[in-house]
């Protein structure tokens, strides 16, 4: 087991920001002119938003899975449901913007939710620091989810 702090949590940062890399990656690749075609939400946020709000729920997810890697009564799989949770995560950012395919993104960002909510549960079993830093991460993805839906259901 990964006992030092330090190593530890660069292991957990490049695995998050992973999603966040490749994720980005599809979107910066694939997203034009596609989604500046697309009608959207008068609630749809500037695409400067998305960025900062999601580096920094990064970093948040990051501390989460780290605290919970160094707490008395941690799971291994809490760990595994987090990495899955990472994978669709990634995969979103994918479905979306390189296939451009909204119904299927709304239904992987449906999955990540419910991965989410399932963390947050076994997180608040054994570090209340973990389980506080996933909530806003859950409040943007349910946001997200509005977002997603609006655009099936406008376009």
């Not at 993104?105 to 399932?118: D, H, K, P």
């Amino acid at each position: 087991m990964l006992k030092n702090k330090f190593l530890s949590f660069v292991l957990f940062f490049i695995i998050t920001y992973s999603a966040s890399f490749i994720g980005g990656l599809a979107t910066i690749s694939f997203k034009e002119p596609w989604y500046s075609q697309l009608v959207k939400s008068n609630l749809n946020p500037p695409d400067w938003v998305f960025a900062p709000v999601w580096t920094a729920l990064y970093l948040m997810m990051t501390l989460a899975i780290w605290f919970f890697w160094h707490s008395k009564n941690r799971d291994m799989n809490t760990i595994y449901i987090y990495f899955i949770h990472i994978l669709f995560n990634t995969t979103w950012s994918v479905v979306f913007f390189a296939f451009h395919n909204i119904l299927l993104a709304l239904i992987i960002l449906l999955i990540l939710i419910f991965l989410i909510i399932v963390l947050i549960l076994r997180f608040k079993r054994v570090n209340i620091a973990s389980y506080y830093l996933m909530i806003p991460y859950l409040l943007w993805t349910s946001y997200a989810l509005f977002l997603n839906f609006n655009l099936l259901i406008l376009n």
